[in-house]
């Protein structure tokens, strides 16, 4: 069983997900615009899959929309579970 995406990753899926629904697009749509197979488009969709959008495919569904790349994210960051003190930035 592939790896869970991160909750940002997910968020990411999630919106493309409802926008493509709401636009009325169908897989084979959002895999033409992003010039990949529509069967990519079903594995980043499905759960059961680890494939996911990279900044690349954001920027050109964001273009295509007319909207921002930072649509794509969440307002605020996801808070992550990190070891403490490991590899820390101040």
Do not use: C
């Not at 926008?19 to 992003?34: A, N, P, S």
């Not at 494939?51 to 992550?80: C, M, Q, T």
């Amino acid at each position: 069983m592939a790896k869970k995406l991160t909750e940002v990753e997910q968020y990411i899926v999630d919106f493309v997900l409802k926008t493509r629904l709401e636009r009325k697009l169908t897989q084979e749509d959002i895999g033409f615009i992003l010039g990949v197979d529509r069967t990519f488009i079903y594995q980043v969709e499905n759960q059961n899959h680890r494939a996911k959008y990279n900044v690349n495919h954001i920027n050109l569904l964001a273009d295509h929309w007319g909207i921002s790349p930072r649509k794509f994210l969440p307002e605020k960051a996801i808070s992550v579970n990190k070891p403490e003190d490991k590899g820390k930035l101040s």
